[in-house]
Structure formats: C-alpha cells, structure tokens
C-alpha cells in the first residue's frame, strides 16, 4: 500500500498473510499479480529514466490482458511444445491483440513473459500446472493446493548448538523467525537461516521487554527440549545485570518529605493519566 506519495508500505492484512502457509501466500501472490494494472518489475519511465521500485504505471487492462493472452498462447501450445523466444511470443500477441497493445509499451509482453517464469507459472517455454489452473479462474485455495506439493512447509524446530548457534533448516516459520530475530543476531539465510546469541541480543530482547525465562522457555521449545549450559549461563547472566541501571524521561519531578504521601500520589486513581512513578521513598 502506498504510504505517502513516493513510499510504500504494508497494509493491515500484512500480518495474517505472513503467518499463513507457504503455498498460500504464493497462491495469494500470484493471484493478485494476474489483477495488477501495471507490471510491477518496470523500473523506467517513458524517458528511460531510473524509476523506484513498484513504481505503478497505471496502463488499465493492458497489462491485464497481456497477461491473458500470454499466458492463454502458451497453454494452446501442442504437446511437448514450448516457445523458445520472447520474440515469438511478444509477436504473436502483438497480432492477436493489435489494438489493446498497440499503444502499450513494447516491453509490456517480455516483462509479463519474465514476471510469469520468476512466479513459477511459465517454465521451458510452456504454461505449468500453476499456470494453468491461474489461466482457468482457479481461486486462491485451487491455487494453494497446486502449489502445496511444490512449496515446502515452514520448520517450527530448530537446532541449538553450544556455541550458542541456532539453526533452522528450511524456511523457518514466521513466528520462529520473530523469536530468534529478537533475541539473536542473524548471520545467514537461505536453505538454512543462521543466528547467534550474544550479550548485546539478549539485553535488545530484554530491553525491548521479554523476560529472563520467557526467552528460555521460547528457546527450548524451538529448540525441542533441554539447551546448552553455555546458552543457558548466557541468558541468565545477561539476566542477572539488566536493569540495574535505568533511565527515564520526565516532565516533571515532584518532592515531598513524607514517603506514604509520595507513594499514595503515585498510585492515585485519578493521577493514573498523567503516568506517574514513584522512584524514591
């Protein structure tokens, strides 16, 4: 979603559709790619100039039925037959749509043909079964199922090494990911995502307002069971020396002599909004 003019942003739904499985996040990707009005990999203007990322280039149902007819085209293919050019192809839907892509862009089709390959639905220059069943009206849960077999689950386990190493092997899950992401440093991603513990991620954790044992008891159920002594000593020992030392804004500082007093102003229902702490006798 566009946040301000130039700037995008994720919108409310961004959440759920992150904790959501693999193959239906794909499935959802892929779906609302075929409805965009512009090709979202165009990154120059008119002029040829360099243009950000997602810029949108409005061009109404050009795009969308440029990508209809590629896609359409590829799937009339006879068996074991491909197109081997974008050339072909980009000619081929010049002449059957003349007038919808006449005034379009004329990279329009070879960007549609690229996008379809990065998002698996063109592949040695035919329609795959995901293609396919995007080119037949398949809804987001025919999508999804076509695509569970091809896209792996996400690994809710991990391995937790004593030179305080976590290791997810797969993609890890989102809130895996959110765990680790909090409490250790990452190091590595890919077919196997990497992090690692120091002090200074533990006391971020602890700063940021996780508890001693909840980062512990998070871990070893990430982790399947007991962890690593040297883990252990880590957490704990940046446990033991957080929050020795603290600071505080303030607007104002108020005194009194009597401890009881200054106690009961502090935790007076109707001084509750004003935020106020005791932080002496």
Request: hydrophobic letters at 45%.
């Amino acid at each position: 979603d566009a946040v301000a003019p130039g700037r995008l942003g994720v919108s409310d739904a961004f959440g759920a559709w992150r904790a959501s499985a693999p193959a239906r996040r794909a499935a959802e990707l892929v779906q609302s790619w075929a409805g965009m009005h512009y090709a979202p990999t165009q990154d120059r203007g008119a002029d040829g100039s360099s243009q950000p990322a997602l810029a949108r280039y409005d061009t109404g149902d050009t795009a969308v039925a440029a990508r209809a007819a590629v896609l359409g085209l590829l799937r009339d293919l006879p068996d074991e037959v491909g197109v081997t050019t974008a050339d072909a192809v980009e000619a081929t839907v010049a002449w059957q749509l003349p007038v919808v892509l006449g005034a379009a862009d004329g990279d329009l089709v070879r960007r549609t043909l690229t996008e379809a390959e990065r998002l698996g639905l063109v592949a040695l220059g035919r329609l795959t079964a995901i293609g396919d069943r995007l080119f037949t009206g398949g809804t987001v849960d025919a999508l999804a199922d076509a695509l569970a077999g091809m896209v792996p689950d996400v690994q809710t386990r991990a391995v937790v090494g004593s030179d305080l190493t976590v290791v997810v092997m797969g993609t890890p899950a989102a809130e895996v990911v959110d765990l680790l992401d909090a409490v250790a440093e990452r190091e590595a991603r890919g077919q196997a995502s990497t992090w690692r513990l120091t002090p200074a991620s533990v006391r971020g954790a602890l700063d940021a307002g996780y508890a001693q044992d909840d980062v512990l008891a998070a871990l070893r159920r990430v982790g399947g069971g007991a962890l690593p002594q040297s883990l252990e000593y880590l957490v704990r020992d940046v446990g033991r020396r957080h929050g020795h030392v603290q600071v505080r804004p303030s607007a104002a500082v108020v005194v009194g002599e009597d401890p009881a007093l200054v106690a009961e102003i502090a935790a007076h229902r109707s001084l509750r909004r004003l935020g106020l702490h005791a932080v002496a006798p």
